[in-house]
T-cell receptor, first 112, second 112 residues
């Protein structure tokens, strides 16, 4: 069966520090991968998606970047965090062009 | 993808059916209706999806009107664990990106 992992579960970082969040998927190959963010009390916002290794599409301009160095690995990064980067970051995957997305457990980031 | 409209909140008594409405008046012929829910501090969970026929699975039933401009998610016997934000999303299967655009959803509060 397929599983999706995210780490860390929680993170507290000072403003201006770098960020690296990792997401990995097991039990599938060539999935579509997605990064979402949920600010406190807000809905989910799609940040990036990838349909293959090295292929990244950005949905909104921001202080973040994404990379997909391996088929089942998706990384969210920032060189310098802002207070507004605080939120709940969710990774998701989907197989093929049909069906549902499966979400990971999320990383709760607090920028202080 | 078509935009959806949902009531911001609803209450339901435990053991009763919860009927969550969604309007998607601009839906096009190749767009599916998807429902997800998000329990507090967790990633969204897929519930059900459909095109034009009513659908039922172990979690819920989806009723889509004949003109496809609205739908209703039915939780037949709501429990306290069904308290969550429910998202109705309309998505085309013709795109290989599989992006989900989340709105604000309906916060369902199941009360004892």
């Amino acid at each position: 069966s397929q599983t999706i992992h995210q780490w860390p579960a929680t993170l507290v970082q000072p403003v201006g520090s770098p960020l690296s969040l990792e997401c990995t998927v097991e039990g599938t190959s060539n999935p579509n991968l997605y990064w979402y963010r949920q600010a406190a009390g807000r809905g989910l916002q799609l940040l990036f998606y990838s349909v293959g290794i090295g292929q990244i599409s950005s949905e909104v301009p921001q202080n973040l970047s994404a990379s997909r160095p391996q088929d089942r690995q998706f990384i969210l990064s920032s060189k310098k965090l802002l207070l507004s980067d605080s939120g709940f970051y969710l990774c998701a995957w989907r197989q093929g062009s049909l069906g549902e997305q499966y979400f990971g457990p999320g990383t709760r980031l607090t920028v202080t | 993808d078509a935009k959806t409209t949902q009531p911001p909140s609803m209450d339901c008594a435990e053991g009763r059916a919860a009927n969550l409405p969604c309007n998607h008046s601009t839906i096009s012929g190749n767009e599916y209706v998807y429902w997800y829910r998000q329990i507090h501090s967790q990633g969204p969970q897929y519930i059900i999806h459909g095109l034009k026929n009513n659908e039922t699975n172990e979690m819920a039933s989806l009723i889509i009107t004949e003109d496809r401009k609205s739908s209703t998610l039915i939780l037949p016997h709501a429990t306290l664990r069904d308290t969550a934000v429910y998202y109705c999303i309309v998505r085309s299967h013709s795109s290989n990106t599989g992006k989900l655009i989340f709105g604000q959803g309906t916060t369902l509060q199941v009360k004892p």
